[in-house]
């Protein structure tokens, strides 16, 4: 047998979903040797690792240019932000998350992109607490900057139960952290006279409260049936 | 009592050190394949359960100080902390999470040491009688967890008990048995006896029957050697004998050109409680 076709006979094989013991047996029952085999074995791996390597390569290059566009957008509209009008800016904001978010649904759910379709409903949870603390900026709005923390953690877990992304989960965890640190540096400055709480909303907080503990029951519910004999 | 507050970032500090042993424990060392179900976090759900009810426990306290400012502080902060932390320990045994556990332990724990240096306001009660108050409360953290280890499902709040007793006690003897700590301990027994604050007296006793009656329990259930139980009872012993302690010189002193007095060396007493906690702080 020449060795191209032993190539082709064990592609053909390990296709139709044979073992390499199998494969083996079969060669050597019909002459070859083990020498061949082997080369012809190593002969597909090499293929593959070059293929690999190809897909590998294009992929980092597509990313990069994925990522050099997106710099170019942002530096454009960085560039030609305090030109723009207040309504530009929050279409801009807004258009963004949904694109995100929408792109992201569509390459997950329709298109079977599982990692991109993630990526971007998580670039979308970013835009959206961005949006939050730049509108509250454009607009002047004044408010302790933990309650954008929290209103960004809240928007994130809905999402996150909506478009059942643990990474939407895993972004709340941080942002969380930082709106419950942001509270209690505040408290600790209550000692000096400066009243914390002036600018929150204590109803803000308590729909945190709530919507935390939900998250957290909603979430336990989940938890794969072998593992409910642990809780 | 200054030297409480003085102390206060120390004990905070060793808390701290105590919880990333905990998780790193937890996560890393003894846990073998049989084990596997030990890990702090068994599966992504409980991660993000977790995190989100140590949150809800965390905004629930910050929300109850936001409402008592707003209603001109009928309470004050220290209730709310306790009421925040009882909370957690419900949810976190309804729940079995054991991250709001692990706060929550740690907040009453701050309670009560908080609570109690106000009861001590203007009294003057030597800080030991404080001190022995949360190691006791360390201790019977320890025999809770010897409690829990029966039950699969509980076995994860086990090792929480048990980390938040061992490692305070474990540091509270190290430091002590050192020249700073006996520093600290000449320093604890100046003032009054605690029979001065009837708070602090209740909680100390409710502590010991606690202890006992935990103690009756392990041993009886077999939850804990007879050794671990007697070495637990010396420990309980010694910590009652620092609570009682009269005004202890640890150190000679020596006046200096400035005529400020400055610890030369032990005395016979000093040299007592460096061997005594030595002895405690190895065993």
């Known amino acids: 047998m020449e060795n191209q076709t032993i190539v082709e006979y064990i592609q053909r094989s390990l296709t139709q979903g044979k073992s390499k013991e199998e494969i083996y047996k079969e060669l050597l029952s019909q002459g070859c040797s083990i020498d061949v085999i082997q080369d012809a074995f190593d002969q597909i791996v090499t293929k593959e690792e070059k293929e690999d390597t190809q897909k590998r390569t294009i992929r980092i290059i597509v990313t990069i240019g994925a990522i050099l566009v997106g710099v170019g957008i942002f530096s454009f509209i960085a560039a030609n932000w305090q030109e723009m009008t207040k309504i530009m800016k929050v279409l801009i904001i807004v258009i963004a998350m949904i694109a995100s978010y929408t792109g992201g649904w569509f390459l997950r759910e329709k298109w079977h992109y599982e990692k991109t379709g993630e990526a971007l409903l998580l670039l979308g949870a970013i835009i959206y607490g961005a949006g939050i603390f730049l509108i509250a900026q454009m607009f002047h709005i004044r408010g302790n900057w933990p309650d954008g923390f929290i209103l960004w953690m809240m928007g994130t877990i809905v999402m996150a139960f909506a478009a059942e992304s643990f990474s939407l989960f895993y972004l709340a965890i941080p942002v969380g952290i930082a709106a419950i640190i942001g509270y209690p540096s505040g408290i600790l400055k209550a000692f000096g006279g400066y009243n914390p709480f002036l600018l929150t909303s204590s109803f803000l907080l308590l729909v945190a409260t709530i919507v935390t503990f939900i998250a957290g029951w909603l979430m336990k519910k989940r938890i794969p049936p072998e593992l409910k004999e642990f809780y | ?283």
């Not at chain 2, 998780?23 to 084990?35: A, F, L, M, N, P």
């Not at chain 2, 009453?108 to 609570?115: D, E, S, V």
């Not at chain 2, 010189?249 to 020596?254: A, E, G, N, P």
Request: with cysteine; aromatic share 18%.
């Open chain 2, 1 to 283: 009592m200054d030297i409480f507050y003085d102390l206060l970032p120390y004990l905070i500090g060793l808390l701290i050190i105590g919880i990333v042993y905990l998780i790193i424990y937890v996560v890393r060392e003894g846990v073998k394949e049989k084990d596997w179900y030990l890990q702090s976090f068994l599966s992504k759900e409980d991660t993000v359960s977790q995190f989100f009810f140590l949150f809800s426990v965390f905004f629930l306290g910050i929300t109850i100080s936001a409402f008592n400012k707003d209603l001109g502080d009928p309470l004050s902060w220290r209730t709310i902390l306790l009421f925040t932390s009882i909370v957690g320990v419900v949810i976190a045994y309804y729940f079995k999470v054991i991250y709001t556990l692990t706060v929550s332990l740690i907040g009453l724990a701050a309670w009560w040491g908080l609570q109690a240096a106000e009861w001590a306001q203007g009294k003057d009660i030597k800080g030991a009688a404080l001190f022995t108050g949360l190691l006791f409360i360390v201790t019977i953290f320890y025999l809770l967890g010897r409690a829990h280890e029966k039950e699969i499902k509980f076995k994860r709040v086990s090792i929480v008990y048990s980390m938040l007793g061992l490692i305070p006690i474990t540091g509270a003897l190290s430091t002590l048995s050192t020249g700073f700590g006996l520093k600290i301990l000449e320093e604890i027994t100046k003032g009054s006896s605690f029979f001065s604050s009837w708070e602090i007296t209740f909680f100390l006793f409710v502590f010991i029957a606690f202890i006992i009656g935990l103690l009756i329990y392990t041993l009886n259930k077999k939850l804990i050697f007879k050794q671990e139980a007697l070495i637990i009872c010396l420990l309980t012993l010694l910590f009652v004998i620092i609570a009682l302690l009269p005004e202890q010189t640890i150190f000679l002193k020596t006046q200096d050109y400035f005529l400020y007095y400055r610890d030369v060396d032990l005395s016979k007493i000093g040299i007592f409680w460096a061997t005594i906690l030595k002895y405690f702080s190895f065993n």
